[in-house]
Each structure stands twice: as C-alpha cells, then as structure tokens.
C-alpha cells in the first residue's frame, strides 16, 4: 500500500482552521440548547462548570476537546455533528455546495427560514408545535 504526501498546511492555517471549529462548536451548541429546550445553566452543570463559565465558553468559543466530547454525549449526538458547520454556512446565506447543504435550505409549512433545527435533532426527539402538518411540511 502506497503512502500518500500529506497536505501541507500551515500553521497559521492550521490555527484559522481550529478556531473555525470552535466557533461552529458554539453555534451548533446554542441552537442545540434551544432546539431541545435546554437551559444553559443545565448543560454547564453537566460540564462542571458555573452558568457564567458556560456562556464565557459559547461567547468566546474556547472549548476544550473534553467539553466536546461530553456536550456530544448530552445531546446524544456525535462530534462529527457539532463540528459541522453546513446549518451555520446556508444562514449566514453562504452558497450551498452539496446536496446536504440544499436539504437544510427546504422550508416549513411556507416558512422561508432554514429548517436548522431538524437537521440537527435525531428524528426521535423532534416534537412538532401545535398546528403542525407534517404532510404538508416536507418533514
């Protein structure tokens, strides 16, 4: 079997790259906290770590790899998803690349939002508000 060259990157990129992670850490984190009706306080405590604590760590974006891996484990989810920037791409109007990307951006019941927040629960935890169609929803 046959090596391949590793991708050369540098440093700075390397730290551009991290810090970009991080932050879509705190972005899935957040929309996460709401989507399942978490308050900050509860997920902080799970962590350890004061409510102020906790905000300091969304605001700034300055997770450690633990905290990751333990806020995965809350939300019964995997790394791979808190770490995927596609929902934060698509609402900060970043073309879509892929057809994923292009799921995200279908709507609700005529709503022009993002459905961000479907595609961030597992089918099972997902409950619909009053009124909701799921026929009429593309759900």
Known sequence: M????????TVQEA???????LEVVSFNVQHLL????????E???????????FSMRLRDSNWRFEEVLL????FNT???VLTD??????????????EKDREYQRTVAGDTRPRFFVGL???????????????????
């Open 85 to 98: 920037d596609t929902v934060m791409r698509v609402l900060k109007g970043d073309a879509p690349a892929t």
């Open 2 to 9: 046959t090596m391949t060259e590793p991708v050369k990157v």
């Open 121 to 139: 629960l597992p089918k099972s935890n997902f409950v619909a508000g009053s009124g909701f169609e799921p026929e009429t929803s593309g759900l």
């Open 71 to 74: 806020v995965a484990r809350f």
């Open 43 to 53: 997920l902080g405590e799970y962590l350890g770590l004061t409510r102020s604590a």
């Open 15 to 21: 730290q551009r790259q991290a810090q970009h992670t």
């Open 34 to 41: 709401t989507a399942r009706n978490v308050t900050q306080r």
């Open 78 to 80: 995997s790394v791979d």
